[in-house]
């Protein structure tokens, strides 16, 4: 990145932050909304190929030299791994730059997920390597009615889907196709779920049977 950029991707940034309330304390949803605002704004003024995106000396520039004060407003200077790049999903930034680019098209979807939603997604390698997996795992936990906490349905869709990956590879399935598949385990994941709660509901002590 030229010395333009950087300082143009600084003042941007920077700008953003104050609508969130930087330099003062934020509350986890202002952090929230904020990093959805950040990823957008991250892949519109670092215009990287997917090569350039992985390359973790580029992020470690990023949140110690160039975005340090909105780095430490963001995660503190506990957490190592937000501020040198040794893991991409991880890392205060690129977690970013890589959601908006998932997500292009669909900053709907993105939207709608929490944190830890999007740990569960882009953290499963064999899963969050591939953009049309996460989107329409996404998009099909997003769309659930009732009662079923996500995080559980996200945590045993997610575990499904990987022992389905052993078995079929899904570059070679059209999106709608994607799309069917991670609808129909979700629905596995709900029946599961259901079949699992309604003892519980009942009073029956699973424990004992």
């Not at 580029?58 to 004060?69: G, K, Q």
């Not at 349905?153 to 079929?168: E, G, N, P, Q, S």
């Not at 709608?176 to 991670?182: E, I, P, S, Y």
């Amino acid at each position: 990145m030229s010395a333009n950029r950087v300082r143009d991707l600084i003042d941007s940034v920077s700008l953003l932050g104050q609508k969130y309330g930087f330099p003062g304390s934020a509350g986890p949803e202002a952090r929230v909304a904020f990093d959805r605002s950040a990823a957008a704004l991250l892949r519109s003024r670092m215009d990287l190929s997917w090569a350039e995106a992985g390359n973790r000396d580029l992020w470690s520039f990023i949140s110690l030299v160039a975005l340090p004060h909105l780095t430490m407003w963001r995660f503190g200077a506990e957490n190592r791994e937000r501020w040198v790049a040794t893991d991409l999903t991880r890392h205060t930034w690129a977690r970013l730059w890589w959601q908006a680019v998932v997500f292009a098209g669909h900053e709907g979807i993105l939207a709608a997920l929490t944190e830890s939603d999007l740990n569960q997604l882009l953290e499963r390698r064999s899963i969050g390597g591939d953009p049309r997996l996460v989107r329409e795992i996404a998009r099909a936990v997003t769309q659930l009615s009732g009662s079923t906490p996500r995080r559980k349905v996200i945590r045993d869709v997610t575990l499904r889907l990987m022992r389905y990956l052993a078995f079929v590879d899904v570059r070679a399935l059209a999106d709608q196709q994607v799309r069917d598949l991670c609808s129909a385990l979700t629905a596995e994941t709900l029946r599961r779920l259901a079949a699992e709660e309604l003892p519980r509901q009942r009073g029956v002590n699973l424990s004992a049977m």
